[in-house]
């Protein structure tokens, strides 16, 4: 039962954690300060 319960939370996790990076590389171009010739963190 727990392993069918954390099979399906997993993909959530990835899926939030996916869009948060999103998020936060948005964010950093639309506040202007990542330009063209910087390397992510």
Do not use: F, T, Y
Not at 16 to 38: C, G, R, T, Y
């Amino acid at each position: 039962m727990r392993e069918d319960i954390a099979k399906l939370l997993s993909p959530a996790r990835k899926a939030k954690l996916h869009e948060s990076i999103v998020a936060q590389i948005k964010d950093l171009i639309h506040s202007k300060k990542l330009v063209v010739e910087d390397k992510l963190p």
